[in-house]
């Protein structure tokens, strides 16, 4: 039977290291995996303009992608609401560095059709469409602001529920990356509950969410697992540089009939993340799960 390990990770962003950020035994887990995916955070050192905005503009060292690159990383998700602080040139600047590394992108673009162009995969004899999109902030291309160009696709567009039903006939497996929630909450928000389950309804066969920076719990809703939040996968901006940011990563085991699923736990440390023992692991998903079900309902809100 034809099968796919495909590795998730949450958000990355490098502003300092220069070489590897990854420990040498999770860069080889990440090795043996036939395809690895991470959310590139913002855009890299580059050129452009700081644009006036509420809260942080973020880029990362141009480096990263080729750390990523030899760490053994496939895909960049470049649907997040870091991507656009400098703007077009900051955009364009990651893709063209990400395309001379010959690492694959999707969730962004120079205009709005690339940015909501699916990429579909065949890893082992499966097409894997993957489909990233992020909330409405800014560097959105949504339909308010028309004289942007360029941007990152939205979660809760229309083309994206389109999409869903026009590729779930035409590959194996659709796997949603979505970058949305409330930071730092260990709790998804009702709406993002609804919006995931609802894609799945549509014919999306995963979702794995990142944004909070912190993990929440997963569910399988019909079969088909859903992912709140990873958190951070390597973060060092101000406001984490001496944080733990304990969290997960998620193998998908996929095959024509299923997705299977191993969660990864890691942490940061002296500025690498590292696979984390089960002896130092506080992430408990006895606890995260339950919240997810048991603490509101669905039907009561809408």
Not at 160 to 169: A, H, R, V
Not at 192 to 210: E, F, H, N, P, T
Request: aromatic residues 12%; glycine residues 4%; charged residues 25%.
């Amino acid at each position: 039977m034809m099968s796919a390990n495909i590795l998730i990770v949450g958000d990355i962003v490098n502003t300092k290291n220069k070489e590897s950020f990854i420990d040498s035994d999770l860069q080889k887990l990440i090795k043996s995996q036939d395809y690895c995916v991470c959310n590139f955070e913002a855009p890299v050192e580059n050129l452009g303009l700081k644009y006036p905005k509420v809260g942080p503009s973020v880029f990362q060292n141009k480096e990263t992608i080729e750390i990523l690159k030899e760490a053994g990383f496939d895909l960049l998700l470049l649907a997040n609401n870091h991507m656009y602080d400098y703007g077009e040139t900051g955009l364009l600047d990651t893709i063209k560095l990400a395309k001379t590394f010959n690492l694959d992108i999707v969730g962004a673009g120079e205009n709005f059709k690339k940015a909501y162009k699916p990429l579909v995969k065949e890893i082992n004899g499966l097409n894997i469409c993957f489909i990233n999109a992020c909330e409405a902030q800014f560097g959105v291309l949504d339909d308010i602001n028309l004289n942007q160009s360029s941007g990152y696709a939205w979660i809760n567009h229309s083309i994206i529920d389109q999409l869903i039903l026009e590729y779930k006939n035409k590959v194996d497996k659709i796997i949603i990356c979505a970058h949305a929630g409330l930071e730092n909450y260990s709790i998804p928000l009702i709406q993002w509950k609804k919006r995931y389950r609802d894609l799945c309804d549509l014919g999306a066969d995963c979702i794995v969410a990142s944004h909070p920076h912190v993990p929440q719990g997963y569910e399988v809703y019909k079969n088909k697992p859903i992912f709140f939040s990873l958190g951070n996968f390597y973060f060092d901006t101000e406001s984490f540089k001496n944080t733990a940011d304990y969290s997960f990563s998620v193998i998908l085991n996929i095959t024509k009939d299923k997705i299977s699923f191993k969660p990864v736990f890691h942490h940061k440390s002296n500025d690498k993340v590292m696979l984390t023992s089960s002896e130092k692991n506080n992430i408990n998903f006895e606890t995260l799960n339950p919240l997810i079900e048991n603490e509101y309902e669905i039907d009561k809100m809408y």
